[in-house]
């Protein structure tokens, strides 16, 4: 008899396992796999997880908790991607990482369910060197992992006809202020950065405790603009560095206006935000446009 129970589902695969084998012939690749496959049971192993299956170059994993699966999957992805044999013409081999909490049915030392699919298409999303995972399981990670994701993309999950929200992992500690288990502190003297965002009636503000905001029409951003012209995500603003970046995942791109005159546009791209001014979201900002995200950076 199956038992119901919530969990964190994690796949981990080797990217391009089927060149490796082209490239290195089959003793020296199924041996490069192998040792990959016991970097990721390792890591699932020392981080609360158990290893369900392994299947040619891929991982099967589950963690009572959202936390004890990005530790794992943080430490698998550091570990590969500086172990000494594992280079191929002098570049690291890479893996791809997805993870997703739900419910899930436990039985004969397998887990079936929906949580399970819907884990294994997060690592579909996934390229070489990425951990992505969804809303569901970014809602029950500590303040500290929380820090440490980003809003991608929304997607819909074939047979559950939802959406599901995509977030990327920040596992390098180069890539995000605070990661797990360690906090990159700014350098002693230098003034930290806030930036305030205003639209309508809404008022956030991005920091350390805050470093990164989606903005789309869709509901699940943490500020939603409606509009023809905006797409569900449609730009993301993270603080890197003490420096303020917009990041427009759009298909009209995004218009900065500063007060002193500057005009930018940003599509598929990024730009920082110093300053204050106006955003435009898919058309020039608009002073009397309720759309219209007024921002100013400002010294703590």
Known sequence: ?????????????????????????????????????????????????TVIKTMGDEVMATFPTADAALNAAAQMQQQIS???????EGQP????????????????????????????RMTSQAKAGQIITTGATVERLSPQ??????????????????????????WQTEDVTSMVPAI??????????????????REILIDEARPNIAIGRAEDNDLVVKGNLISRLHA?????????????QS?????????DGEEAFVRRDSLQIKGEGMIGLGRLPDRDSPQTIRFICEEI
């Open 1 to 49: 008899m199956g038992k119901d129970i919530e969990l964190a589902i994690l796949f981990a695969d080797v990217v391009g396992s089927t060149r490796l084998y082209e490239l290195m012939g089959d003793l020296r690749a199924r041996d490069m796999v192998a040792t990959c496959i016991e970097v990721m049971r390792s890591a699932t192993e020392q981080n609360q997880g």
């Open 184 to 201: 990159a502190t700014l350098a002693r003297g230098t003034r930290q950065m806030r930036l305030r965002l205003r639209c309508q009636d």
């Open 82 to 88: 500086t172990h000494s044999q594992l280079k191929v």
């Open 236 to 248: 993301r603003i993270e603080i890197s560095r003490n420096k303020f970046v917009l990041i427009d």
């Open 145 to 170: 992992w929380r820090a440490a994701v980003r809003q991608i993309d929304i997607a819909m999950i074939r047979g559950q006809g939802s959406e599901v929200t995509l977030y990327e992992v920040l």
């Open 93 to 120: 081999v890479a893996i791809r990482i997805g993870c997703h909490f739900g419910p899930v049915v436990l039985e004969s030392r397998d887990v079936f369910g929906a949580t399970v699919h819907t884990a294994n």
């Open 251 to 259: 298909t009209n791109g995004t218009f900065v206006q500063t007060s």
